[in-house]
Structures are given as C-alpha cells and as structure tokens.
C-alpha cells in the first residue's frame, strides 16, 4: 500500500503470546528440579535461551510511502476486527488531518473486506508490475479477497500465507 499515507491492517488471527512470556509477565516463577540430570538439562536451555535471546528480534522494514500504521488483531475470529477496521478506515479518511488511507485485509482464509467495502474484480498491474489497489470512499483497499475466488478453497501454510500477505503489503502501487 505505498500510496497511502495511513494503513489499517485486519485480519491478523495467527499473533500469539507465548505462554513463558505470559507467565513472566505474571510473575510465575518456573519449579526447578535440583538433581544433576536436571541440572545440565538446565544449563543446556538457559544456553539455548541466551542464543536465541542473541540473534535479536526481526528487522522492521519500512512501507515506502507510509507514515503510520494501525493494527486491528485479536487471537479469536468472529469479534469484528474487519468490521473495526472499516470503521477506522472511514473515520480516519473523514478526518481533516489525513491525506490517504489505505485498508490491507490480512485474512488470507475469509476475506470480508471486498464485502464490506463493496469492491469487487481483481486489481490491475502497473507497468513496473505493482498491483493497483482498488478504492471506495476514498480508501485504497488490498485483499486477497481480490486475487482467488469467494467460493474457492485457499489451504495455504506458514510461509505461503507471509509471502502473500508479504506481496499484499509491499508490490502495490498507485
């Protein structure tokens, strides 16, 4: 969505906390077990910690053209993210401080943001081969919603499902 100055993002079901960060948070404190066959299974995790804890988190990436992002997530479907996310979108296209806003629909398995938005057809491709977003009231919309059909199974995984969304976020122009 790099013509869009603001970007709303639904759809993000697969965020988790890790419950040993959940329970840190908690102050829950693990039992230890004291023998020495614990022990060095022990010293072994903590150093596995402490290399992963190394390699650092990932490297945010700019989105060339955008200045800010809103997230609209939740761990559970059905609670009305893409219904939020609409909603922010329209009411931060209303306002008078804003100059573009653009809506990712993140939800590779049920899209609803075409529906929601009352778009439809597939985006057309620019000549330096960008996906054109389709607009309504305003706002440049990306879907996957766009790209298969509504009634067509999509069983993607893991690295298929970032490369789409990957390709969503960042091969789109004006």
């Not at 700019?62 to 997230?71: D, E, L, R, S």
């Not at 939740?74 to 979108?89: H, P, R, W, Y």
């Not at 990306?142 to 298969?148: I, P």
Request: net charge positive; aromatic share 2%.
């Amino acid at each position: 969505m790099a013509a869009a100055r603001g970007l709303v993002v639904t759809g993000l079901n697969a965020l988790r906390v890790g419950t040993c960060l959940q329970g840190a948070r908690r102050g829950c404190v693990p039992a230890r077990c004291y023998s020495s066959a614990a022990g060095s299974h022990e010293d072994k995790l903590k150093s596995r910690q402490a290399e992963m804890m190394a390699r650092g988190l990932p490297k945010q990436k700019p989105i060339p053209g955008v200045k800010h992002v809103v997230v609209v997530a939740s761990g559970k479907g059905g609670v009305g993210k893409s219904t939020t996310a609409v909603n922010l979108a329209l009411g931060l296209a209303a306002s008078d401080h804003v100059k573009a806003v653009g809506l990712l629909d993140a939800d590779v398995y049920g899209p609803s943001i075409p529906r929601m938005m009352n778009l439809k057809g597939n985006p057309e491709v620019s000549d330096r081969n960008l996906m054109i977003p389709l607009v309504n009231y305003g706002i440049q919309c990306m879907s996957m919603g766009f790209l298969v059909e509504e009634t067509a199974p999509v069983v993607w995984r893991g690295l298929m499902v970032m490369s789409a969304i990957e390709r969503l976020l960042r091969q789109v122009g004006q």
